[in-house]
């Protein structure tokens, strides 16, 4: 099922008046023209960048401040 057939779904079972809230909401995007452009050489570095750097874990806070030697009150 497409995205737009899961979204016709979810707006059928939703109560009148939050059906008003939905449409503002999508008549405010379809009037915004957001020009889709080709990354530039400095993007895809960045993108290279992040993609090397990033293996796909998380570290929770709890984690991240332990290992380095901080706690909640040095925030």
Not at 66 to 72: C, S
């Amino acid at each position: 099922m497409s995205e737009k057939e899961q979204l016709k779904q979810l707006i059928d079972r939703l109560p009148e008046y939050k059906i008003e809230y939905i449409a503002k909401l999508i008549l405010g995007i379809e009037k915004t023209d957001i020009a889709e452009v080709e990354p530039d050489e400095w993007d895809l570095k960045m993108i290279a960048d992040a993609q090397a750097n990033n293996d796909g874990t998380t570290v929770s806070l709890d984690e991240l401040l332990e290992r380095d030697g901080l706690t909640y009150a040095d925030l």
